[in-house]
């Protein structure tokens, strides 16, 4: 690994979380000021990026611009991809993120106590999760966008896996439109392991975003099977998307069950 460079890049993004972070947390979050804290995490975000050299476009903006509200969802393929995407959503949104980030300084707090939704995992997992469908309509009912990467955590071989069902569940009971933000070349820019976050200067990534889809296209009482409907139609573009060869797992049932079984049981 090189030292210097790792000090470099890790030391830019650091300094910019500070930064912004401060600023946030300083003036954003006590006046409430949600134009100011998306301007934070925007600016973070893309500072970032530019600082390690990320090459990077956006296509799609006209798709953007037309769903002020979304639950939006993106392929994740790089620790990189929020960077990427944050760098783009012009808009008040939330993120559902892993628990641990949540913990680091600045920009972890910053997460935390701007609304975005911390997603735990291993053993007591469901338990800590119970509340996500509450906090998922609480920054609905503020007027925000939520965002979603629906594999749940990134593919070890840099191929899509299948999507888990709680964003397309969300589209259903927010009656909110679905915004699919494809992501291609982030999980190439670096070498796999590259502890000092150095970028690959003849890669470059790309965002693209296709036209929502609404869950009111997919009718019918059962809110379970409306979503999978919306995910496996969802699913399916991706997978046009990217090609075959890009897709690493076919859907499966059984987390669809565990869905079915928990609407039941909320609902008697």
Known sequence: MNYARAAWNWGQAASRAVVYGSIALG???????????????RRWCAGSADGLKINRSLHGTD??????QAIIIANHQSALDI?????????DF????KASLFRVPFSGWYLSL???IKVH??????????????QIHAV????ASVLFFPEGTRPRDGRMKRFKLGAFLAAVREDLPVLPLVVRGTGDLMEAGANDLSIKPDRSCSVTALPAIHPRDFPGDDPVERA???RDHIYGIYCSELGADAVAEPLAAEADEDARRAERAEHG
């Open 94 to 97: 939330r993120w559902l993120a």
């Open 228 to 230: 999978m409907a919306l």
């Open 114 to 116: 701007a609304g975005h």
């Open 27 to 41: 003036v954003g979050i006590p006046t409430r000021n949600r134009p100011l804290l998306g301007w934070c995490m």
């Open 83 to 91: 960077l990427v995407i944050g760098g783009y959503l012009r808009r």
């Open 121 to 134: 995992r291993g053993q007591e997992a469901h338990e800590r999760n119970r509340l996500i469908k509450e």
């Open 140 to 143: 609905v009912e503020d007027g």
């Open 63 to 68: 798709h953007i611009d037309a769903t002020p």
